[in-house]
Structure formats: C-alpha cells, structure tokens
C-alpha cells in the first residue's frame, strides 16, 4: 500500500517513469532468493545462464548490490570473469546514474521506522556487527532498502540513540530508507530471519524527509533490578540524590592531555528515579555532546563500581515530535515545474498563464493571434 503522504506526487508517477524508465520490482519474497542465487553464481564458474540471472537482478533493481558483491569476492580477478567483470560494472554504473537522476523525485520512496528488542546475547554485540545483522534480517525480509549515492553504494539503514554494551534494550529505534513502502508481511518475514534475541516489534512508513530517530531522540527510560535484601541500603543514597540540586561523581579522562580522574557534573542529566517492584527505574536525558555510560551514573550515584550494575535494560527513547512532518509543503519533493512543462509540451493553444505581478491575465494561443490581425 502506498504512503498518504505527498498526494501531488504519487499522480505523477506515470509520466515521471516515462520519463526516467527503469525497472519495477516484484513482490519482495524474489529479492533475497535472487541474491542467494548471485551467490550461488558467484562460486561456480561462469556460464551463458549467468545473463539471465543478471536481467532478473536488473528487473528487480538488484545489480548494484549484486556488483558490490562480485567486486568482495574471490571472482573479482579472475580470467574467465573478465567480460561479465566489464558488464556488470557498466549496467551497475547505468542503474545507479538512473537513481541519481530520479532519487528526490520517486514518490514511492520512503522510510521506514522500526522498533525492535534487543537483549540475551545480542546485548554485548558492537553496534557495528548490529547494525549488519539488522541490515541482514531487513533485507532478508525483501525490503527495497535504497543506496546512498557514495561511490561505493551503502544500504541506508541507520540505528537510533546507541546501546551500552550489556545492556538490553527492549524498544530501540532504526531507520531504513526504502525504494518502495513495504509488504503488508514484511514484519512477520523480518521476524523469521532474525535470530535469537532479536524481535522487531513494530515498522512506521514516514515521508523520506523525516527526521532519523537519532536526532529525534530526547530520553531514556531505564530498569536495573535490585535484590530487596540490598534495596534497603540503596535507598539513603536514592533519595540524597532526588533531593540534591547538585551531583558529582568521578570519571576518568583527560585533563590537559594527560588521563587523570575528573569529576563531573550529573544531577541534571537524570530527569526522573524511582523505585519499582523488583528494581529501580530511572530516565536520562539525551542531549548534544553528553554520551555518559548510564551503568557509570548509577553506579556514582548508588557508590558502587561500574561492573556491579548487571543486567541493566533501556526499556525505550523517548522521540520529540518530527517538525518536518507538519511542513510537507516545504520538505516534499517540489513537481510544480515538471507538471507545467508536461502541460505546456502536450497543450494546444489557449493557455492562460497568470503573472502574480499583474492583474490582467496574459492569453496565449490561437485567440490571441486571432485578435491581432
């Protein structure tokens, strides 16, 4: 189903792959399977097939990523590869100046917002190797995620406010860009890709202008169960915190150079502190150049040691509210010339254009010539 938003777009559609023709992709399911057979190709030697395989990747907007892949692999240098090596490359370099020229005027582009679990294993997992998995779970879905213009092509799919290593996160956002909205089954699909410990939980279809998540991004919400035989002695340090208008803790760092122990600042990075059955529940803020280790302000804040705070869970961020989403006048793609130029190319005569300047309209046409002589 096609996103609400930009109407005066998605009307134009036809005319723009007039214009721009280039290949329309099926049903999401045939992409990874594709792929998977790109794969396949690639460890076997090459046979006349292989031009088959190539156009269904081309149908399926597939050959840059299928270029990326044979350029990673063993097959790159080798002899008998030679000629697909110079086709690939050239139908790859004609896809990608086809999505430079029409990548700000597709009204099918979008993006999409995701929600998702992170916790178990994955939990100690650097955002590097996450956000491939992510990228592979999404795209094994049959997701169209678009490519940057770079000159080596990356999938655009961002995670939100970053994770501390050991921390689960039970409502994290990621943001991917997409060349189409996706399948009603997309979630269901993603979900029987994704490994233990991954849950996607929810997707949003917002306009491509949209606002990341990241920048979004205003607080954390966070849990650390705690034992009720040590609540007790937790509590005075709780509540002289809550009542403090000022709060230092220590943290190593670097002081003209050399490391040393600062201390620094952080009553007002914590926004709310309670207690809860079974743990204590805290929200921080997310600001600007303020990246402190919500395991290391606790930890202050109750005078323990770091590695004493386990299984430490974000239970979600909260998201300011997207500005650009109430300004789609001014962030949508603007078509308004394009559509003058189509009428004014398959008119007659008999238009009338009105000069904002002047109040008397300006009739071109025949009746115009007519008058004159």
């Given at each position: 189903?096609?996103?609400?938003?930009?109407?005066?777009?998605?009307?134009?559609?036809?005319?723009?792959?007039?214009?721009?023709?280039?290949?329309?992709?099926?049903?999401e399911p045939i992409r990874p399977q594709l792929l998977q057979q790109w794969d396949e190709a690639l460890a076997a030697p090459p046979d006349q097939m292989l031009e088959h395989l190539i156009r269904d990747l081309e149908?399926?907007?597939?050959?840059?990523?299928?270029?990326?892949?044979?350029?990673?692999?063993?097959?790159?240098?080798?002899?008998?590869?030679?000629?697909?090596?110079?086709?690939?490359?050239?139908?790859?370099?004609?896809?990608?100046?086809?999505?430079?020229?029409?990548?700000?005027?597709?009204?099918?582009?979008?993006?999409?917002?995701?929600?998702?679990?992170?916790?178990a294993a994955l939990k100690d997992l650097h955002p590097g190797a996450f956000h491939a998995l992510l990228l592979e779970v999404l795209s094994a879905a049959g997701l169209d995620i678009a490519q940057s213009l770079e000159?080596?092509?990356?999938?655009?799919?961002?995670?939100?406010?970053?994770?501390?290593?050991?921390?689960?996160?039970?409502?994290?956002?990621?943001?991917?860009?997409?060349?189409?909205?996706?399948?009603?089954?997309?979630?269901?699909?993603?979900?029987?890709?994704?490994?233990?410990?991954?849950?996607?939980?929810?997707?949003t279809v917002l306009p491509p202008y949209a606002l990341s998540a990241l920048e979004l991004s205003t607080a954390s919400e966070w849990y650390w169960p705690v034992p009720d035989s040590l609540r007790g002695s937790f509590?005075?340090?709780?509540?002289?915190?809550?009542?403090?208008?000022?709060?230092?803790?220590?943290?190593?760092?670097?002081?003209?150079?050399?490391?040393?122990?600062?201390?620094?600042?952080?009553?007002?990075?914590?926004?709310?502190?309670?207690?809860?059955?079974?743990?204590?529940?805290?929200?921080?803020?997310?600001?600007?150049?303020?990246?402190?280790?919500?395991?290391?302000?606790?930890?202050?804040?109750?005078?323990?040691?770091?590695?004493?705070?386990?299984?430490?869970?974000?239970?979600?961020?909260?998201?300011?509210?997207?500005?650009?989403?109430?300004?789609?006048?001014?962030?949508?793609?603007?078509?308004?010339?394009?559509?003058?130029?189509?009428?004014?190319?398959?008119?007659?005569?008999?238009?009338?254009?009105?000069?904002?300047?002047?109040?008397?309209?300006?009739?071109?046409?025949?009746?115009?010539?007519?008058?004159?002589?």
């Amino acid at each position: 189903m096609a996103p609400a938003f930009a109407p005066q777009v998605l009307c134009l559609r036809p005319s723009l792959r007039l214009a721009y023709p280039d290949p329309v992709p099926t049903e999401e399911p045939i992409r990874p399977q594709l792929l998977q057979q790109w794969d396949e190709a690639l460890a076997a030697p090459p046979d006349q097939m292989l031009e088959h395989l190539i156009r269904d990747l081309e149908k399926e907007c597939l050959i840059e990523e299928a270029w990326a892949r044979f350029r990673r692999s063993s097959r790159f240098s080798q002899a008998p590869w030679a000629p697909w090596r110079k086709r690939l490359e050239v139908r790859a370099g004609i896809a990608k100046a086809r999505r430079q020229q029409r990548e700000q005027l597709d009204s099918d582009r979008c993006l999409l917002r995701v929600r998702y679990a992170r916790v178990a294993a994955l939990k100690d997992l650097h955002p590097g190797a996450f956000h491939a998995l992510l990228l592979e779970v999404l795209s094994a879905a049959g997701l169209d995620i678009a490519q940057s213009l770079e000159k080596s092509p990356r999938p655009l799919v961002a995670l939100g406010h970053p994770l501390p290593l050991g921390a689960e996160g039970l409502g994290e956002w990621a943001d991917a860009t997409l060349n189409r909205p996706p399948g009603e089954a997309w979630l269901a699909a993603a979900n029987a890709a994704a490994p233990p410990g991954l849950t996607l939980l929810e997707g949003t279809v917002l306009p491509p202008y949209a606002l990341s998540a990241l920048e979004l991004s205003t607080a954390s919400e966070w849990y650390w169960p705690v034992p009720d035989s040590l609540r007790g002695s937790f509590e005075p340090r709780v509540s002289a915190f809550l009542q403090a208008s000022s709060f230092e803790i220590e943290k190593s760092g670097k002081v003209g150079g050399q490391k040393t122990v600062k201390r620094i600042e952080v009553r007002g990075l914590v926004a709310a502190m309670a207690w809860e059955p079974g743990g204590l529940a805290f929200t921080t803020r997310i600001a600007h150049g303020e990246a402190l280790n919500p395991a290391r302000l606790l930890a202050g804040v109750l005078g323990l040691e770091a590695a004493a705070i386990e299984g430490l869970q974000r239970r979600g961020v909260a998201l300011a509210p997207d500005p650009r989403l109430k300004q789609q006048d001014r962030f949508a793609p603007k078509l308004k010339n394009i559509f003058e130029d189509a009428v004014l190319l398959g008119a007659g005569g008999n238009i009338t254009l009105v000069d904002e300047d002047d109040d008397e309209p300006l009739v071109l046409g025949d009746e115009l010539l007519g008058d004159r002589d």
